[in-house]
């Protein structure tokens, strides 16, 4: 009588995702303990909002469609700063990784029994989580500064998913330039286009209202559609083909971020 026995992926799997948690509850528990870069990531997009609104917002507003009221431009500029704060948690994911790197904990880690892709899965999920919890906050602010919304259940279910779709690709791209950072300075300031990228798109002013060239970059980069996607399904505008091609921008960054940190993590490997 035969007995079946487990196969060997399947303990290796469940080692790399015992191993994953253990990382990610370290990652949580250090951003616990050391709470100024969450701060940071909340103040950021908080700013803008209260800057766009109502600093800006009557100038603006009234120029966007022959004179937008103050009340629509909030409804307007609102997915743009929630699109902001998906990006922001790109600068700790990298500060985060470039200081395990430099302060030699990597090395202390590879000489255990823990799986290599467990380490930077643990900053890639607890920057999911970080952005997650900042996306609540500034969300609220935007309803109690007077954003309104017709989104459904459904729709509201779809914007969170391309928001978190989007925190993580651009999580696993921070890790690598953290990772290729030679100090945190460097790795807090190589992710700051990724953050400050949707304000050369749709997300303050229409891209049909900027000069030629710079509408041609607007309409192409991969925050457009993004942002576009989010604001048709939080305020009924039209979406398109905006929402397929979002999903392969998302799609794209976490594929490059995954085999680009991957590579860098096994080459400092063997180095």
């Not at 290796?12 to 370290?26: E, G, K, P």
């Not at 807090?188 to 970059?217: H, K």
Request: contains cysteine.
């Amino acid at each position: 009588m035969s007995t079946a026995t487990a196969t060997p992926a399947t303990p290796a799997r469940s080692h790399a995702l015992h191993d994953s948690m253990t990382m990610l509850r370290r990652n949580l528990k250090h951003m616990q303990r050391y709470p100024s870069m969450t701060i940071s990531i909340v103040v950021t997009p908080l700013l803008m909002l209260l800057l766009f609104v109502y600093v800006f917002g009557g100038a603006l507003g009234a120029g966007i469609g022959g004179g937008t009221s103050h009340a629509d431009y909030i409804n307007y500029v609102v997915p743009g700063i929630i699109l902001m704060t998906a990006t922001s948690g790109a600068v700790a994911t990298a500060v985060s990784v470039c200081t395990d790197m430099t302060e030699g904990i990597i090395k202390r880690f590879r000489t255990m029994s823990i799986s290599r892709g467990a380490v930077l899965s643990g900053h890639v999920f607890g920057s999911v989580i970080q952005v997650t919890t900042v996306l609540a906050l500034v969300t609220g602010v935007a309803f109690a500064i007077g954003f309104r919304t017709t989104a459904s259940p459904v729709e509201w279910l779809a914007a969170i998913g391309l928001l978190l779709f989007l925190a993580f690709g651009l999580a696993w791209l921070s890790a690598a330039m953290g990772m290729g950072a030679k100090t945190v300075e460097a790795a807090s300031n190589a992710p700051l286009p990724l953050t400050l990228l949707p304000l050369l798109g749709s997300a303050i002013v229409p891209t049909d209202s900027m000069p030629t060239v710079m509408r041609w970059f607007a309409e192409y980069q991969p925050f457009t559609p993004i942002n576009e996607t989010l604001r048709g399904l939080l305020l009924g505008t039209s979406i398109g083909n905006d929402g397929w091609i979002a999903l392969a921008w998302c799609a794209g960054l976490a594929v490059l971020g995954y085999a680009w940190s991957r590579a860098v993590f096994n080459r400092e490997a063997t180095a």
